[in-house]
């Protein structure tokens, strides 16, 4: 099978089958996708990825396709799920059910080129399928396979279902968020998912690299990526294990407050909310001389960053009374004038007006067959010679059967549409 089309990005000529639902595995090949991966996205014949129920929906604009499902007249009643626009956009999609034998060939002959495979069910769903690692390598021995779950492929709690709630709270993440008379907070976007989404993507890239280069040569081998939803945000509490492990000291919520530096928060304006962080002492130095109170640098209390930290709610006092005279925009201003780092804290209207933001292309434009114009994130990180893109929003589901079974599988029309009325596509 070859590649229908050619990527602009880093990453043309990469194949990945994404068998993967939800977030994590989405947000992971949507990345891959962006700078030029050629993403087959595989979904059951029944509904496809539960994404495409997300709210919130769009009224969809245009009506009709080549093949009017099931999905999509549904969607004409209730609207186009924007989660799925975004987290789809850059992927073809297919329809295949891998329970079935017929549909565990049709994954295989899939992958006989590809380079990467996702998959996020419960650990042993797919070896119970004849789609085990060890099967998927005797097809493909190059083949990168990034395996998602709960609790990863081994130790006692593997076999537990996992969404990335329960993920913030045994990484320790829900237990230090929030205020000291506050309950554990979490987070108000997917965090776990998607932090488990950028460390896959970091992974795909290591094992490639690995079988492709490497110190020889590369090995020309593929191998199998473990990924847990609790170990990426786990791995992100630094100095912590080390301060339990020799101190038996555990971290207590402090709100907007930063254990290790001072002044750091979120302050009110006359008219809003503005941050600053001024840990470094020539940046604190900055900050006393901005806020009138240039004393305060020889006060024993804030003299260095552990004493400020020490004392932090008293100099936060300090400095929200000056914050709190000042718009947001003059109080920003005026500490910037003084050399200060401080910045406005957003919504998304604020977003999309900002001159920042529209300067990098944070915000993109593409025209959808659903919606029409849609405005979508830009792709993050920029690059000067191989830039990523988005040449397209989430596709319908099954959009592509013909151009990947037929085209490109070589799968002659009767066959198809026997798998097709078979429910196996």
Same mark, same amino acid.
């Given at each position: 099978?070859?590649?229908? +089309?050619?990527?602009?990005?880093?990453?043309?000529?990469?194949?990945?089958?994404?068998?993967? %639902?939800?977030?994590?595995?989405?947000?992971?090949?949507?990345?891959? #996708?962006?700078? %030029?991966?050629?993403?087959?996205?595989?979904?059951?014949?029944?509904?496809?990825?539960?994404?495409?129920?997300?709210?919130?929906?769009?009224?969809?604009?245009?009506?009709?396709?080549?093949? @009017?499902?099931?999905?999509?007249?549904?969607?004409?009643?209730?609207?186009?799920?924007?989660?799925?626009?975004?987290?789809? +956009?850059?992927?073809?999609?297919?329809?295949?059910?891998?329970?079935?034998?017929?549909?565990?060939?049709?994954?295989?002959?899939?992958? #006989?080129?590809?380079?990467?495979?996702?998959?996020?069910?419960?650990? !042993?769903?797919?070896?119970?399928?004849?789609?085990?690692?060890?099967?998927?390598?005797?097809?493909?021995? !190059?083949?990168?396979?990034?395996?998602?779950?709960?609790?990863?492929?081994?130790?006692?709690?593997?076999?537990?279902?996992?969404?990335?709630?329960?993920?913030?709270?045994?990484?320790?993440?829900?237990?230090?968020?929030?205020?000291?008379?506050?309950?554990?907070?979490?987070?108000?976007?997917?965090?776990?998912?998607?932090?488990?989404?950028?460390?896959?993507?970091?992974?795909?890239?290591?094992?490639?690299?690995?079988?492709?280069?490497?110190?020889?040569?590369?090995?020309?081998?593929?191998?199998?990526?473990?990924?847990?939803?609790?170990?990426?945000?786990?791995?992100?509490?630094?100095?912590?294990?080390?301060?339990?492990?020799?101190? $038996?000291?555990?971290?207590?919520?402090?709100?907007?407050?930063? @254990?290790?530096?001072?002044?750091?928060?979120?302050? @009110?304006?006359?008219?809003?909310?503005?941050?600053?962080?001024?840990?470094?002492?020539?940046?604190?130095?900055?900050?006393?001389?901005?806020? %009138?109170?240039?004393?305060?640098?020889?006060?024993? +209390?804030?003299?260095?960053?552990?004493?400020?930290?020490?004392?932090?709610?008293?100099?936060?006092?300090?400095?929200?009374?000056?914050?709190?005279? +000042?718009?947001?925009?003059?109080?920003?201003?005026?500490?910037?004038?003084?050399?200060?780092?401080?910045?406005?804290?957003?919504?998304?209207?604020?977003?999309?007006?900002?001159?920042?933001?529209?300067?990098?292309?944070?915000?993109?434009?593409?025209?959808?067959?659903?919606? $029409?114009?849609?405005?979508?994130?830009?792709?993050?990180?920029?690059?000067?010679?191989?830039?990523?893109?988005?040449?397209?929003? %989430?596709?319908?589901?099954?959009?592509?059967?013909?151009?990947?079974?037929?085209?490109?599988? $070589?799968?002659?029309?009767?066959?198809?549409?026997?798998?097709?009325?078979?429910?196996?596509?």
């Amino acid at each position: 099978m070859t590649t229908a +089309r050619e990527r602009q990005g880093p990453l043309d000529g990469l194949r990945v089958v994404d068998c993967s %639902g939800m977030i994590a595995g989405g947000f992971a090949t949507t990345q891959l #996708a962006d700078f %030029g991966a050629d993403v087959i996205k595989v979904e059951h014949p029944d509904g496809g990825d539960p994404l495409r129920e997300w709210p919130p929906y769009a009224e969809r604009e245009a009506q009709g396709s080549a093949d @009017e499902t099931g999905e999509q007249r549904a969607t004409d009643e209730r609207g186009v799920s924007l989660w799925w626009k975004s987290i789809g +956009r850059n992927k073809r999609c297919v329809t295949l059910d891998l329970s079935a034998a017929e549909g565990s060939a049709l994954l295989l002959d899939l992958i #006989a080129d590809a380079d990467v495979l996702f998959e996020n069910f419960r650990p !042993g769903t797919m070896e119970r399928w004849g789609l085990g690692p060890e099967r998927l390598h005797e097809e493909n021995p !190059g083949l990168i396979v990034v395996r998602q779950s709960g609790y990863g492929q081994t130790g006692p709690k593997s076999n537990k279902p996992g969404f990335g709630t329960v993920a913030e709270g045994v990484s320790n993440w829900a237990q230090v968020n929030g205020f000291p008379d506050s309950k554990p907070l979490l987070p108000p976007i997917s965090l776990a998912d998607l932090t488990a989404a950028n460390v896959a993507v970091q992974g795909v890239m290591f094992a490639v690299f690995e079988r492709d280069v490497g110190r020889s040569g590369g090995s020309g081998e593929g191998q199998v990526i473990d990924m847990s939803l609790y170990e990426p945000l786990f791995r992100l509490f630094l100095s912590e294990v080390e301060a339990y492990d020799r101190l $038996g000291e555990t971290r207590e919520r402090i709100g907007n407050h930063h @254990e290790s530096a001072a002044p750091r928060n979120v302050y @009110e304006t006359a008219d809003g909310y503005m941050t600053l962080s001024a840990s470094a002492q020539s940046i604190f130095e900055n900050v006393a001389e901005a806020v %009138g109170r240039p004393d305060l640098v020889e006060d024993p +209390r804030f003299a260095d960053n552990e004493a400020r930290v020490e004392h932090a709610d008293e100099l936060d006092e300090v400095i929200e009374a000056w914050t709190r005279e +000042r718009s947001t925009e003059t109080a920003i201003a005026e500490m910037e004038a003084a050399d200060a780092i401080v910045g406005p804290v957003y919504d998304m209207a604020d977003i999309f007006a900002d001159e920042q933001y529209a300067a990098r292309d944070n915000i993109v434009e593409v025209e959808d067959e659903d919606l $029409g114009s849609l405005k979508t994130a830009g792709p993050v990180p920029r690059f000067t010679r191989t830039p990523g893109a988005v040449d397209h929003a %989430g596709p319908r589901h099954g959009q592509h059967n013909d151009e990947v079974y037929l085209s490109e599988l $070589g799968l002659d029309e009767s066959e198809f549409d026997r798998l097709r009325d078979a429910g196996v596509i």
